[in-house]
């Protein structure tokens, strides 16, 4: 399995998708805990791209940590995104992330803007901090909520869809337990130490460079009126909500998200805008 060695305590297991490119341009990388294998970010590697996912450190087969970084988990899990762009000396990439996987992109936009070229963040967020700091996925591990809102609403006549997600369902249902020192992980929500809802969306202004914000109108988590939030902070952000999608439409509406997705990368790129130029025609 390959890995990057990004200091002397620490590896992160990645996997590679597309063709072999060096263009910039054609690069993206992602980092989540881990990787459904038919998603956007494989799709994504049809169509052009070379696609890095990386799967970040606490988590198997990453390295495993036992540290608590407490509010900074995701300062950390940005900062080895960087490290590992500069180990494989890419020097500029594209960022793209779904839910946490996003979260880690507000850090790195933050914290390391200069490397990245477009941000397309799925199901982004980022949270509110008025709602508290723990992730869902630790309240359930401590017993604290019984389970999950649902995260997608039902199919609307699509069997074809429906059969995807059901496939999804039984591929994470098949996954091994995790390892103890992963269970105790709880990175927590992105941006959390800056403790108010007023810092966040000051912070988030900071971000000038396209960003690509995809969601859906039943999402629990990344609400619709989260991403608008968000995308009224964000002076370069272009903001496509579905209807009847929820939580996972990146590997739900695969074909169409990417469409969009490398549409906006490619005029992004090439005109640093986040809409299409205007061509103004002077009438006769």
């Not at 950390?76 to 992330?97: H, P, Q, R, S, T």
Request: include cysteine; proline fraction near 7%; charge should be negative.
């Amino acid at each position: 399995m390959p890995h990057i060695q990004i200091n002397e305590k620490i590896s992160l297991f990645y996997e590679e998708y597309g063709q072999e490119n060096t263009d910039p341009q054609k690069i993206i990388i992602s980092a989540q805990v881990g990787f459904y294998p038919k998603g956007m970010q494989q799709h994504l590697a049809t169509l052009g791209y070379h696609v890095y996912c990386v799967t970040l450190r606490g988590f198997h087969p990453s390295t495993l940590v036992e540290e608590d970084y407490g509010e900074h988990w995701y300062d950390v899990f940005a900062d080895d995104v960087a490290a590992f762009a500069d180990k494989l000396k890419i020097n500029k990439f594209i960022y793209m992330g779904a839910s946490h996987g996003a979260g880690v992109g507000w850090h790195l936009m933050l914290r390391h803007q200069d490397k990245v070229s477009v941000f397309v963040a799925v199901v982004g967020g980022p949270h509110s901090l008025a709602q508290g700091t723990m992730s869902y996925r630790q309240m359930l591990a401590q017993g604290i909520i019984k389970e999950i809102p649902p995260f997608n609403p039902p199919v609307d006549n699509d069997p074809a869809r429906q059969a995807r997600r059901d496939r999804r369902s039984a591929h994470i249902a098949a996954q091994p337990p995790a390892p103890e020192l992963e269970r105790k992980v709880d990175y927590g929500r992105p941006l959390m130490a800056l403790g108010s809802e007023e810092k966040l969306c000051e912070e988030l202004k900071k971000i000038t460079l396209p960003v690509l914000m995809i969601g859906g109108v039943e999402d629990p988590i990344s609400t619709p009126e989260l991403m608008i939030r968000t995308a009224k902070c964000l002076p370069h952000c272009k903001l496509v909500i579905y209807s009847n999608c929820g939580h996972d439409i990146d590997t739900d509406l695969i074909e169409e998200t990417c469409d969009v997705a490398s549409r906006f990368i490619e005029n992004a790129i090439k005109t640093n805008k986040w809409y299409l130029p205007v061509q103004e025609q002077e009438r006769e």
